[in-house]
């Protein structure tokens, strides 16, 4: 368990140019307030510039722009903030998962399981499911008849896949995360909902990372598709048949009703809504608690937030907004009024 | 698992009135975009209409006002879309549970399971729990003591109900869904929180349906109630003492605080939120991201969204939000201003 | 399980002066509506004082204000309702949980469980993991490796917490809550998101409640931290690198993002959302559905809340918010005309 680098490995690996001592060996990264000697710390935001000076780190990872800001052993790189990343996944790898099937799982016939894979204790794979090479199934996971997991994938415990979904390779799921589960769908029939079976799957890309109890509907007749590389925060929901398109990033809590499609290059606030049925075109910015109730056809960002006060000021200026429309109908006869008296006037 | 029924066959079973060919084979239902001749269709919306013309399907379901829209086998329903979910039931029916207790289940003492129930693996029974006839109980699941589950019951993996609480038929749960959790119910106690038993139960009709990770908590002290018919989506939070009458629907990630009430056949929709001890009639509709702070005494539909736009035009209009009782002050200034200049006109 | 005590004896337990016969014999606590002469209620809710006349109840709770609002053998207490949760507490003991391992769950190299600890069927408890004294592990529970739970905790079954975190005496955990779940920690790299690992922990104190399916992600380098006496209900959403100071209590559905640090003896109304990295002073209250866009600095009530009305009434009304900038301009106008009038007429 203990990795170090010297400065010099990290830029053998990952690029980017050294300037001081090469030699500098780091074995964690840390900000600059907490790093010490053997630790590298980074500056992606200007606004911590002055913690280059009192920093006890012993290396620093810095933009071109910045590569003067400091005396100490550096890395300069055109994307500190992702250098950052990769520092720390080359510092801190994930925990080695034993290969094979713990005796307290249990597996279903024809089930085909990679023999690099690692099932966990109370893990229930499914009849004719497949979980592909040097994937990790945790505790607990359950994966329902005939779905597919790729490679490489590491599920939480506790995490739920229904039947017949379609997993590519590098899954991140985590705990309480469930892909598949039926939508929402009800017709009215004399009084009573009847419910529609929802027959479509979960299809999901490859290098997804889904949230804590996040939940991802199976599709009604056609399938919900989550694209290569999307990114979901903990305890969003996505209805059924929504699309997410390619590399899109979304906040915590946020609600996709039904066949919403969501472009590629999106980046969604946390606790966001997006009505059933819109299209979201690709690199649009969501703010934060914005309900989307119409599509968005251009990239660019948007908001729809009502902004917070003290409850007095609220209670004082809330109040008008249900006469509006009368506040606005009496600026109109003002406007007539005073069209009148300066014509008078005149 | 091959189905398939000739139109005649679903008349009979289902009613509506066959035109064209009865002895069309169908083996499953599709979107007329994607059905295939061996698949059934339907015209629900009349946005697809242009869509009867070139679809594969062999046959469609269709209202009254649409039966001459197509050459194609059809059936004429009153209400296509209901017809369609029973439709697509016949044609997919849920894969059958064994009955039984899977040796890897952990039953408490004087539990008390049908024998045509089936308890999955990691599933646990609690002590003096009931399960009923053709329940199936997935895995993971956890039934708490003396919790009283009715028949056909389909709980999928991971669904957790503490003890004691009393659940009709037909209860469909989806995995992470929790019900029976403590209220959040806290006094305070020089400067500390005292917890309060939440010795209540939660009580749930039956034809229920509880989407993944939906939370309902027990009572207080009087039972949290969910009524026959009530179709619940995912990661809705249900308070303690909440009463959800018959048949309401209710969408994705709704938030109803304690002690709330609300009537028979509302629709609430996504993301929307009902404050505590509040009211609200039948036949009620709620749309998404709405905030209900008051009761509601009459039917009809409530909105209180505040819409989105650019960043741009959002900042431009929400800044004055904080200032609307300035601008009403200063609109009623200027009809005092206007009256006095048309008195000294006139 | 046939607890009962005589009024003397719960006043002698608990403090409080008793009027009347103080040898009436208690089992349970009611609503004034429902409780019966075996049973005490309160009153902390002058709404309900009338029901005093008609309650069957053996005994009332009440505060010194209200000691002649009944002839009751009654209870006076300073803080009635903290007196209530106290009685109901006396009267309503958690199930006393078997201390010692189940064979069916399943125990990590070098964890260390006290004897008095009870660890539930299905649970796995991590390597080097600790569970203190008279801690409850609820089936299916997995505790990750390294992490450490003091004493008397209860959790009850499906909780899961990740490796590495440490949680202090008398947590309370409900099912399907995660904790110690990676923060959503990515950063953008030649078109492909780049996962930053997460490498805090979640540091927890004492006497804290976590409430069905809420999520508390780990940090990303620093920890995330929830202090003493904290109260979280269901579904709440914490990302990483949050601090909750003590004894704040926060309502279902509540979305804080990352960084953001939230004072002590807080109240946040459900559903409510904090943006990342701002900072809330102590003895701040925020209703429910109240966005928090920036910090606050001083101890109030904050609300941010759009009103709803019937959805004709909102939409005469709301078309107006993407167009006040116009009306104030207008108004601006109207009253430099008024001005020009004004100066006119002198």
Known sequence: MDISYRLADIA???????LGDTGVRISQIATLEKAQPNQISFLTNSKYR????????????????????????RIISDNPYAYFAKVSAMLNPLPEAKPGVHPGAVIGANARIDPTASIAAMAAI???????AFSVIGEGCCIGANTTIGSHARLYPGVVIYHDCVIGDNLIAHSGAVIGSDGFGIAMDEGRWVKIPQIGR???GNDVEIGANTTIDRGALDDTVIEDGVKLDNQIQVAHNVRIGAHTAIAGCVGIAGSATIGSYCRIGGSAGILGHLQIADHVEISSFTLVGKSIKEPGSYSGIFPFSSNDDWRRNAVHLRHLDDLVKRVKTLEREIALLKGSDE
């Open 12 to 18: 053998a690996q990952l690029g980017g140019r050294v």
């Open 50 to 73: 002055a913690q280059l000076v009192t920093t006890k780190a012993g290396a620093i990872i810095l933009g071109q722009a910045d590569m003067d800001s400091t005396d100490l052993p």
């Open 126 to 132: 499914g009849e004719g499911a497949t979980i592909g």
């Open 202 to 204: 979960v299809v999901i």
